[in-house]
């Protein structure tokens, strides 16, 4: 039974680590955060990025690889050359403590979310090697 479930949610893109996160178990930074952290992962193929340790398996978010946390927020989102892509969410806007976010040469597409905008502790943004299109917020 439990291999008819994996199969049928693989149909739909989506994984049993993506079910099974809840963002409740999580300790070390704000749900909503953690949230924005999930949002990102599926929306990005997170299944298939070269480095994924931790993320969606441990309940310490700030262990996840590239994300760095500062007193109890996250504060760097670092995920150069990672295989990333798809959008990205609105989502992550959310992470508002957030000061520097690098998703460089990566396959990331569609448009530059106009909330992330809305990050005013933000002091580097490098999106760069991307096939994002618009405007930076």
């Known amino acids: 039974m439990l291999k008819k479930l994996a199969l ?7 994984t049993s680590a993506a079910i099974a996160m809840d ?3 999580v300790t ?12 990102f992962y599926n929306s990005t193929g997170g299944d298939n990025w070269f480095n994924k340790k931790g ?29 990333l892509t798809g959008e990205i969410p609105t989502k992550l806007s959310n992470l508002s403590k957030l000061e520097y ?6 396959s990331l597409s569609g448009s530059i979310p106009t909330e992330l905008g809305n990050l005013s502790d ?9 096939q994002l299109s618009g405007s930076i917020p």
């Open 101 to 106: 976010l690098s998703l460089t040469y990566n």
């Open 55 to 83: 993320w969606l398996e441990s309940n310490m978010a700030c262990d996840w690889y590239g994300v760095t946390c500062s007193d109890g927020h996250v504060s760097k989102l670092s995920l150069y050359s990672n295989n």
């Open 28 to 39: 070390d930074i704000p749900k909503k955060e953690c949230k924005a952290l999930v949002a």
């Open 8 to 14: 049928s949610l693989s149909l739909f893109g989506l």
């Open 122 to 130: 933000l002091e580097s943004l490098n999106l760069g090697g991307n």
């Open 23 to 25: 963002c409740t178990t």
